[in-house]
């Protein structure tokens, strides 16, 4: 992967949040995901972002959804991984890992 | 339920999202807001706000990696300006209980906010030329008013004999320069891959 294609950490979490939903991956749910999965506090607005970014690297595609009463007629945002975008956490993964291996955690904490 | 968000942030979100990303988001919290209340959360106007309040900063970065410049020269123009016009308020105000100095309060100020309203108009300029008039239309209108409000009674004050007259080809330069960076600038950064929906 080129320099300055690799994804970044929330990146990362929205795109491993987009495969676990599957087919009821849309702003809220991935948004919920991240919070009781990863225990981070997110705002709509910083998945939305990121989506939007992810599109535009064409690692996400979106298509319109159903609006339903409990939205206020507004309709859905569903998102969908591509082939790039699992490639793309694909090699991150591993990069991550590869990097993790062999180290001691107790003794890098307490340096 | 999406009234219980204070109108500003609503107006914000609006003015920094796409409409896309404004219904989704909108739709996504009035859902989520339902949820908590219907499982009797008592904090779930709280969280509401929270999330309104919080949504506005990464969207608002979103805008300027689409080459929305147009905003930043917005936010520079509110950081500064307001700070400056109650600095010239307060300054105008000690001068004119000091003998003899009245007649030098003003001047300075006035033309700073002037350039910096006339470059953020010209901006906004660009980037409705850059965009082009679309669906997005009620957005940039906004944004166009927002800008034409603030730099019409400058204008008006921009007559022979108020300022000297290099000042309205300073405020022309700098509309023109800023119009320039909004449509060459932004269709620079315009994102790869994916047509620029706003």
Known sequence: ?111 | MIHLLPLRVRWCLWLVSTPSDCESIFGDLEEEYLERSRSGDPAAGAWLRRQGQRSTGPLLRCCYERGEFHLLFALVACGYLFPLRLLDLVWTFVLSQVPLKAAAARGWTELAVAVTCSATLGAVSGWLLRAGYGRDARRRAAWLAMTVLPVAPLLVRVSPGAWPPWTSVLLTLSASAALFACVCVGEQNKPSGRPLSC
Request: hydrophobic share 40%; proline share 1%; no cysteine.
């Open chain 1, 1 to 111: 992967m080129p320099k300055g294609e690799f994804l970044g950490e929330f990146e990362l979490l929205v795109l491993l949040a987009l495969l676990r939903l599957g087919e009821d991956a849309y702003g809220m749910r991935v948004r919920q995901e991240i919070e009781q999965r990863a225990g981070r506090e997110t705002s709509i607005g910083a998945v939305y972002a990121t989506l939007d970014r992810l599109e535009g690297k064409s690692l996400v595609h979106s298509a319109v959804g159903e609006a339903t009463a409990e939205r206020g007629g507004r309709a859905k945002r569903i998102f969908r991984v591509t082939g790039a975008g699992a490639a793309a956490v694909q090699q991150t993964q591993q990069a991550l890992n590869a990097m993790s291996q062999g180290l001691k955690w107790a003794e890098g904490a307490s340096r």
